[in-house]
């Protein structure tokens, strides 16, 4: 088995927790019918829910990611990466289980905030794991195989749901993440990085020959610029992206490009996506046009892993926001046709626009500021920083959600996706602007060249350890050897 496909194998059964986190996104857009019926064979509740229900139903899944990413962010520094993300599994299956089995309004509630406490994790969690455990040669592509999965989690729902009870649909979503627990629990290691900054060299070694299937001498290299790396990097805290210049715009283009997700409108597009088809008046009937998108997010989310490490992660980011822009332009447009001006419009541009939307949306703004929030950041400050932005993200997720239908109610469905085409237009000009490049490097790389200020206290650091291990008759670690292979890997 050849050492890429050996780690890719790993990588797509993380992923299954990528594709359970997103089933909560688009869980909505075939629930809201059934929850809005007056059949009691259909609405386990035996009675519509309200327009506040709705909106709690929605929003809560983002209330509870809020919780969610410092929690599993702290359990990965404490515990490590494979512990955090095996915990991050149990409140989904808890979730599952007991929307399957409510018959109250509140317990669908309770469970969408225990399903939003794992998602938060998984946005915190997915990314570091996989750019810990890649090749810098395909860390891009490997991260990226998160947008394909995501993908396959936001069509479940549309291709299921629909066509099924309350109950089984639960059910059946609620295997996915104990087949992941399953899984990972049996063939996949902790990250070579974190067993590297607890000082477990030995297991460190193993996982990169269980990743690269190679033997001890195949790895050497690899290891030694990983320890050259952690070493580089210890005890950091978010007082330090603060107090550093570097850090913090590195901060802000992370948190700007993230929040771009969610006010580009994608968590309520998602969550409603029925309900939108619904209000175009289209002879098509609403859930076929969703099943439709979903099948087009599915199959638009393989291009950007073959994108990103040839036309990189800056031009992914700018072409994805400048079609959602076009996108939403032109569904907003329909709807002032439709709402306002009373006329009636082209039937299918609601779909093809929403096609549009999704294809740019995977593009690139879907999981490249995920991936540059593993890249650009020093090991020391990189979970705080991917805590710290999840959180900061999953705010402005909750407001967007839980204000939709304020939003519709005030501006109009046109005005609404009209505002949204604005700050997607407003996040281009950002990415041309401040974002950086990194397709290709390996994280000391892009320390070198985007974080100078950073790098220079990481030389002087490692010129003092080295002092320090020739003074006591042996290197950093332990040995000569490993001395001088630091010299030579020190950028």
């Known amino acids: 088995m050849g050492k890429i496909s050996r780690t890719l194998l790993v990588v797509c059964a993380v992923d299954l927790l990528a594709t359970t986190g997103d089933i909560s996104f688009s869980w909505t857009s075939p629930i809201y019918p059934k929850m809005y019926s007056n059949d009691s064979t259909i609405n386990p509740l035996g009675r519509p829910i309200t327009p506040d229900e709705d909106t709690w139903l929605g929003s809560l899944l983002n209330f509870g990611a809020i919780i969610g990413s410092p929690f599993f962010g702290y359990i990965s520094a404490a515990f490590g990466r494979k512990p955090a993300l095996l915990c991050i599994a149990l409140p989904h299956v808890i979730s599952y289980v007991t929307m399957a089995f409510a018959r109250n309004i509140n317990l669908f509630l309770l469970a969408r905030f225990v399903s ?201 980011v700018i072409w994805s926001c400048i079609g959602t822009c076009l996108s939403l332009t032109t569904l907003g447009t329909f709807f002032y046709i439709q709402d306002v001006l009373k006329a009636e419009p082209i039937f299918w541009i609601p779909i093809v626009s929403l096609i549009s939307y999704i294809v740019s949306f995977n593009l690139g703004i879907c999981t490249v500021p995920w991936t540059l929030t593993a890249e650009l950041f020093p090991s020391n400050v990189k979970q705080v920083a991917a805590s710290s932005i999840s959180i900061c993200s999953w705010m402005v997720s909750f407001v967007t959600t839980n204000t939709f239908n304020d939003m519709t109610e005030t501006l109009g469905r046109s005005g609404t996706f009209w505002s949204f085409a604005v700050l997607s237009f407003c996040s281009t000009i950002f990415a041309f602007v401040f974002v950086p490049e990194t397709k290709g490097k390996s994280f000391m790389e892009i320390q070198e060249k985007f974080l100078p200020g950073v790098r220079e206290t990481v030389d002087d650091k490692n010129s003092e350890l080295l002092v320090k291990g020739g003074q006591n008759g042996g290197g950093i670690f332990g040995n000569e050897t490993d001395n001088e292979k630091m010299r030579s890997n020190i950028i």
């Open 116 to 316: 939003g406490i794992a998602v938060g994790g998984g946005y915190t969690m997915l990314a570091t794991y996989i750019g810990e455990i890649a090749e810098d040669s395909s860390r891009g592509g490997m991260s990226l195989t998160l947008n394909v999965f995501w993908a396959i989690g936001n069509f479940i729902p549309y291709a299921i749901g629909p066509f099924l009870s309350v109950f089984m649909f639960n059910s059946i979503l609620a295997l996915i993440p104990i087949v992941f627990l399953v899984i990972f629990t049996l063939f996949c290691p902790e990250t070579p990085y974190y067993l590297v900054g607890v000082k477990k060299f030995r297991e460190a070694e193993k996982a990169l020959m269980l990743l690269r299937s190679a033997d001890a001498d195949a790895v050497e290299e690899e290891l030694t610029r990983i320890k050259i790396y952690m070493k580089s990097n210890e005890d950091g805290h978010f007082l330090d992206i603060v107090k550093s210049a570097t850090l913090r715009k590195c901060f802000m283009i992370c948190f700007v490009l993230i929040a771009t997700q969610e006010l580009s409108g994608f968590s309520v597009i998602t969550y409603h996506l029925q309900s939108i088809f619904a209000a175009t008046d289209s002879t098509v009937q609403p859930h076929i046009s969703a099943l439709i998108v979903g099948f087009v997010m599915l199959v638009s989310s393989f291009i950007a892993p073959f994108l990103v490490d040839r036309s990189g992660r800056r031009n992914l």
